[in-house]
């Protein structure tokens, strides 16, 4: 079983930067690893995505203000954020998977003040 940890959550004003960081308790190797966040009143979203093989994918609200990227020997998953958004405020969520399995972590505030 794969633990996953986020942080690097806060509150910024718009227009600032965050970068979020996912550990794992174990090997990520083959895992797809995303980003997903879930804002008061809406549903979980997937923010941005990257396949075991490091293919990525993007929300299109977040695509090239967000970049999710992996370091396997770390055991990390990052999601930098830029020129952030006072509608990106969310709980922000690590999720690992396989065909069979997810993995999810507890979630990182982000809050985006105007």
């Known amino acids: 079983q794969v633990q996953l940890v986020e942080s690097g959550g806060g509150l910024v004003q718009a227009g600032g930067s965050l970068r979020l960081s996912c550990v794992a308790s174990?090997?990520?190797?083959?895992?797809?690893m995303g980003w997903y966040r879930q804002a008061p009143g809406k549903q979980r979203e997937l923010v941005a995505a990257i396949t075991s093989g490091g293919i990525t994918n993007y929300a299109v609200a977040v695509k090239g203000r967000f970049t999710i990227s992996r370091d396997n020997a770390k055991n990390t998953v990052y999601l930098q954020m830029y020129s952030l958004k006072p509608e990106d405020t969310a709980i922000y969520y690590c999720?690992?998977?396989?065909?069979?399995?997810?993995?999810w972590g507890q979630g990182t505030q982000v809050t985006v003040s105007s």
């Open positions: 999720k690992g998977e396989t065909y069979s399995f997810a993995y």
């Open positions: 174990g090997s990520i190797f083959s895992l797809n």
